[in-house]
């Protein structure tokens, strides 16, 4: 089909092309949506939250999104030829696959069934995908005053799991009471286990339950626990806890890269902190960082950590093998290019930190920003006599966690996603710069509001 059929075809909506994913951007979804039963792959819950995170606070209908191929590379964290397969699968799954909403109306529960997209295509030579949203999902997703929860898609993209994102999607929900409670029969249709799978409450806690909350604990805002509750002696309801964890976005910003892969690895060698001591003592060819790197990386459902562990100790003991690591790597089918930490297959021994610092630096200048905290603090005090506490909390951390670079005159404002920094921007950006020209005598000052991301990748 050619192109002026395509557009043609969109008269009726606005055609948005979307040039760059916003791994920022916020999703944000009408309660009864998060709660819809569904049995969605992870392509398709990624591609259907990062659609959803196009939409606009102020957008009154859908668009049709005009996507290149080559952007979904980098939501997929996919290299290979066949990205083009891989979306044209979602695509297909979310055009075929029925969300199941729930809603009660004058006291009786009602199920209403749609496919969420209603529209796709893809145009061959120019590499373009063409997606529109099912009008149906207007009142989950458009205008959205209350019942709605905020999902930060970079969540969607570190979780490996189907049943990770739909589990901290359910209980990002409950986020601010730290407190959710679902019969297990719900919880497992809203997950998308299929009947009949993991029937039995043990194989369903192992396979499911646990390494989901695992993966949230591990990679996301949230730290969840939970706890079974049972009608006599047959478990029926699942009891979560969850808390917001404590992000000290200032603190990431200093850091340099190397420096937060350093923090990182540190907090990988606690937790595997007992395997290592036990394993490296069995070891005369490997070396510690070698063995974490493998346990960081380890698929553990097709290879249980124990079974690996012997894995580990055999393939160093074996004399035949000349380059055990390498064996070992294409033994747990560990794909190089998307493996995380693979600075630790090159480090012969544990390094300390600095050393580690600088060899991943390679020589790089010094990070030039320094904290603005003393020149935001008076206006801070002056806000607090003239704005609402909502707004004074909304705007208190990312004005305190502001950083000034000095040589280039140049002052910038963290804030974790596109609608913090549009409304920044458009309300109070130009009232702070004319507070830091009178009070500074900076005439030439230039204000700048980034997403946290963005600046970590322009600064460093």
Request: charged share 35%.
């Amino acid at each position: 089909m050619g192109r002026e059929t395509i557009e043609r075809r969109t008269e009726g909506n606005e055609l948005k092309e979307i040039k760059k994913i916003n791994k920022n951007a916020i999703a944000t979804i009408h309660n009864n949506l998060i709660q819809a039963r569904h049995r969605l792959s992870l392509e398709e819950l990624r591609l259907m939250d990062t659609i959803i995170s196009f939409i606009q606070p102020d957008d009154e209908d859908f668009k049709r999104y005009k996507i290149p191929v080559s952007v979904f590379k980098d939501l997929y964290n996919i290299q290979r030829k066949d990205i083009y397969d891989v979306v044209k699968r979602a695509v297909e799954g979310l055009l075929s696959k029925p969300i199941k909403i729930e809603e009660v109306e004058e006291g009786k529960r009602r199920f209403k069934m749609f496919n969420f997209i209603s529209f796709g295509e893809y145009e061959e030579g120019a590499g373009n995908f063409y997606i529109e949203i099912d009008r149906n999902f207007k009142p989950y997703l458009l205008q959205l005053k209350e019942f709605f929860t905020r999902i930060p898609i970079k969540y969607t993209y570190v979780l490996n799991s189907k049943y990770a994102i739909r589990l901290y999607e359910l209980l990002k929900q409950y986020e601010e009471t730290g407190y959710r409670v679902d019969y297990l029969s719900d919880l497992r249709e809203m997950l998308g286990v299929e009947p009949g799978e993991y029937s039995r409450f043990e194989a369903f806690e192992r396979r499911v339950l646990k390494k989901a909350i695992e993966e949230i604990n591990d990679k996301t805002d949230l730290k969840v626990s939970y706890s079974k509750k049972k009608t006599g002696r047959k478990v029926t309801h699942i009891e979560f806890i969850i808390e917001k964890k404590e992000i000290n976005r200032y603190a990431q910003l200093v850091q340099s890269p190397a420096e937060r892969v350093w923090q990182e690895i540190g907090d990988l060698r606690e937790k595997y902190w007992d395997i290592l001591n036990d394993v490296v003592s069995y070891l005369n060819r490997l070396n510690e960082n070698q063995v974490l790197f493998l346990l960081v990386n380890l698929d553990t459902s097709l290879y249980p950590l124990e079974a690996a562990i012997e894995i580990i100790k055999n393939a160093d003991k074996n004399k035949r093998l000349t380059n055990p690591m390498g064996f070992l790597i294409r033994s747990f089918q560990i794909d190089m290019n998307r493996a995380k930490y693979k600075e630790l297959t090159l480090i012969p021994k544990k390094l300390d930190k600095e050393l580690f610092v600088q060899r991943l630096e390679d020589g790089k200048e010094k990070e030039k920003l320094k904290p603005a905290k003393e020149i935001m603090e008076p206006l801070i005090y002056l806000l607090e006599k003239s704005v609402s506490e909502n707004t004074l909390n909304l705007l208190k951390e990312p004005l305190l966690d502001a950083l000034i670079d000095k040589e280039e005159k140049i002052v910038y404002i963290p804030v974790p996603d596109e609608v913090y920094k549009e409304w920044i921007e458009k309300n109070y950006l130009q009232s702070i710069k004319s507070f830091l020209n009178m009070n500074f005598g900076v005439n030439d000052i230039v204000l700048k509001v980034m997403e946290s991301e963005d600046l970590l990748e322009e600064k460093t």
